[in-house]
């Protein structure tokens, strides 16, 4: 520990008074060390992989409080307390199961079931749920004229189970994509639909194989619970819903005018945007759901500002603390470590607040350092926290969201989603500049990553909003990170595999948790908050009322 944080614990108005007395910002040091002392308690087997409203989870939510105590922050959570408690519902499927039974053209039945040809999700609404109707194929299901997808016209959906393609039209740029695609179960209520099935494109079932997905079929779900005690459901219209394999898929299209091959190959092309009509199948969509309640922490901590104009402004610095937990019915190893997954993310975000408390100068703006639970459910920590803030929102001037950075090489590139819709791109490129690393476009914009991290949920609010991941260069001018994240993303993402034995490069890790300090670090005491960009699809959708800046005529790269 360093002599500073001892200093720290013993005596707050030390600390306090180290701040006021420094005339200069130091660049604080990060070391390998320290990086890596944290993601080895977080991805111990003791902490049994961190699921949320488990005791491995409530032990590293204590951990992470006792580090922002450590260095003298103050607490941000509920009642003067480090923590925020999230309340949730998890929901299973019951005994009944659930299936999509599809009615050909000839009134033969196939039913399908899920953890087969299909995956249906739990209701958090009703344990006992059917829904039987007609289908109609929507294209991408994209309801959204003004940006040139109006996948709806012409077609009726009320009462009807949509069936829709994964994913966006290729070439559709990469925060509009992630945007709308997450948009799309609203989209189908707003028309009337009361059902969906997601069926796969070539470029999807590519990206995430079946055989990738089917280990999630069985696993509850989760939500969290309004004060009034009823589950948080973002499209409650959309009674059913279930993505369907091949022999499922193809049994929706039996005798359509247009066979799913010809429409897959319309969405091979770049901007191929395939024509909805009515399918001459009905389906029943039916599921049994059990539901029990129980609660996860946020982590909250706040290091307040120095100037007397902007310290009621706040920046967040946050990261995901959850990961997989146990599944005991795993061969081998059944504990989901998640040492990349996000034990790399928070610490990151624990070194970030070391080092604005060892700079020697308070930041002008406040820090809240915030980790989050249930991200791996979807996003919950983060979505509570944007409901039920522990700060205003609108003092929130901008958030940096550390997730799964791949830290298997020294990387000479990051990615920073989100670069293109505010004046935080500019600040991402000048903190890589400043040590020698680059700022590369997402390389793959079809997977949507922009709208799939806790981010998003401020971004909604009209939050301007930056994520780093680590791009395909290496430090050397070679490009093993293509082939490191490979690697990862192909044998340890979401596996018992992401734990310590992987080959982490702790010195790429410090470094990443600089360029992320010198982010924070410019926003906070930069002299005006970040702005959304004009005309930015983020700003246009949940910001509309916010300042807003001019779009370089160059895009940061």
Known sequence: MHAFVRAAVAAGALFSASFASAQAPQEPQFTPEAFRAHVAFLADDLLEGREAGTRGYDMAAHYVARQFESLGLTPAGDNGTWFQAVPLQERALGAGG???TVTGARGV?????????????????????????????????????AHGFDDYRGLDVRGKIVVLLSGTPRGTPSELGAHLGSEKYRMAMARGAVGAVTVDTNLSARVFPWAKRLPYAPLPRMTWMRPDGTPFVEAPGIRAAAAANEPAAQALFVGARTSLAQVRAEADRVG?????FPLRARAILQVSSVHRTLSSPNVVALLPGSDPALKNEVVVVMGHLDHLGVRPSNPGDKIYNGAMDNATGIAAMLETARAFVESGRRPKRSILFLAVTAEEKGLLGAEYFTEHPTVPLARIAGVVNIDMPILTYDFGDIVAFGADSSTLGAVAERAAGRIGVKLSPDPAPEQGTFTRSDHYTFVRKGVPSIYLDTGLADAAGGTSGEAAIETFVSRHYHEPSDDMSQPIDWGAAAKFARINWLIAREIADGDERPRWYQGDVFADAFARDAPRAARPVVAAR
């Open 109 to 145: 039945y196939q039913t399908f079931r899920n953890g087969g040809d299909v995956i249906i999700r739990p209701s958090a609404l009703t344990t006992e749920e059917k829904v039987e109707a007609g289908t109609v194929f929507v294209g991408y299901g994209i309801d959204a004229p």
């Open 272 to 276: 191929g945007k395939p024509k909805g």
């Open 98 to 100: 659930a299936s999509l």
